[in-house]
């Protein structure tokens, strides 16, 4: 049995983060992806980081990959990956909108070469010619500050100033919608045999993870809340550790009330709805406080496990060897010709058919000739092609 999508070419030709996991993605249901990467590698291989010679972002999005190195701003270059492009079913890119026509790559040129190309484009900010950043670089955390993200990141902290999230959550959400736009492209492309040019952006996503508060009623003013609202939800300190909590239900609230010891609240009628209850949040943070600290983090949550919502909070750490991580098969180890054997994420999501496993991140231009091989470049053209620095 074959998985979802392989046989499907994507050459990825994106950089950093968003881009290059969303493609990994794809690799991640079959596909065969290509980086392309251009002579001096992926930017993000050079960012500083704790390992010495790869970095464990690049590592950790790049999984499921050949890479080969082609200048595009070389003819030949460039006439190579017109060439890939032939026998491609998806292009991806993240360059900025007026850079693929720059370079001969843009959709139009493509879909000459391939009529029903899938050709997917991930900007900062979108490509509508009225918009006035559209030509500005974009990155997780401009786009978190520009959204309103960081803003309602330091009001839901306390820290009375805009918090960045950790982690890159904008690109990794926005790697999501490359996907879906993609997917969504092949599906369509199986019933009707056309490609088409489908488009994601770090502003899109970065405005659709905020789409339950992203609502503004015609009789609202400007400025109101609009997140969930404050409660008593959140992380406590425990004897050792910290816990958090969530017991939004009455059901769970009645449980919370008898394990922290205040059964009498249970069935008081001032904290019979949700609503009451974070009205009140600042008489019952209090009592859960002086509760938590009777005993460490572990402790309640092997206590309240499956009573309240609870979790002790753990570093990203303990999640290498975490019990239930482990039994989800989420954690796979590869070997590395420069790292050695490390530990690193597995599959997103995991199939019923065609499941197979993921493979490391490539070195730069480790698979170039393997690579053009496949695509009918004898070896003479690809000797030719390094010699002129086309390739590498």
């Known amino acids: 049995m074959t998985a979802g999508l392989e046989g499907m070419v994507v050459l990825d030709l994106t950089a950093y983060l968003a881009g290059p996991y969303g493609c990994a993605l794809l690799g991640d249901v079959g596909a065969d992806v290509i980086k392309i990467e251009p002579p001096a590698g992926d930017n993000t291989r050079n960012y500083p980081s704790s390992l010495e010679e790869e970095n ?16 595009l701003k070389h003819p030949d270059g460039l006439a190579a990956f017109y060439r890939l492009v032939e026998k491609a079913d998806v292009v991806v890119h993240n360059f900025r909108p007026a850079v693929p026509r720059r370079l001969g790559i843009d959709y139009e040129t493509l879909r000459c070469r391939r009529p029903d190309l899938i050709y997917c484009s991930f900007t900062g900010y979108g490509e509508n010619e009225n918009g006035p950043l559209r030509d500005h670089p974009g990155f997780d955390t401009m786009l978190q500050c520009f959204t309103g993200l960081a803003a309602a990141q330091g009001v839901w902290t306390g820290a009375g100033q805009p918090q960045i999230l950790a982690n890159s959550i904008v690109d990794y959400y926005s790697a999501s919608m490359v996907t ?8 369509h492309r199986l019933r009707t045999g056309e490609g088409q040019h489908v488009k994601a952006s770090l502003l899109r996503s ?20 609009r997140t969930w609202g404050q409660s008593y939800s959140g992380i406590y300190p425990a004897k050792d550790g910290h816990v958090y909590l969530q017991a939004t239900t009455q059901s769970f609230w009645k449980n919370l009330c008898e394990h922290l010891g205040f059964p009498e609240l249970a069935d008081d009628p001032r904290y019979d709805a949700l609503v009451k209850r974070s009205a009140l949040k600042d008489e019952i ?21 499956g009573k309240v919502p609870c ?7 303990d999640m290498f060897d975490h019990p239930q991580v482990v039994a989800e098969g989420i954690i796979v180890e590869h070997e590395h010709p420069r790292v050695g054997k490390y530990k690193a994420m597995g599959k997103a999501v995991q199939m019923g058919v065609g499941d197979k496993p993921t493979t490391r991140a490539p070195i730069l231009g480790e698979h170039t000739e393997e690579v053009l091989a496949q695509f009918g470049f004898a070896d003479d053209e690809i000797a030719a092609m390094r010699a002129r620095g086309a390739a590498a």
């Open 56 to 71: 464990r972002t690049f590592l950790g999005a790049n999984r499921n990959k050949r890479s080969i190195v082609l200048d």
């Open 180 to 187: 879906i736009a993609i997917l969504s492209a092949v599906v």
């Open 206 to 225: 970065a405005i659709s993870l905020q789409s339950g508060a992203f609502v503004w009623a015609e009789s609202e003013p400007r400025d109101i809340e």
């Open 285 to 305: 943070r209090p009592l859960i406080r002086d509760a938590l600290v009777q005993r460490t983090a572990l402790e309640w949550e092997q206590l309240l496990l």
């Open 311 to 317: 979790v002790a909070v753990r570093s990203m750490e």
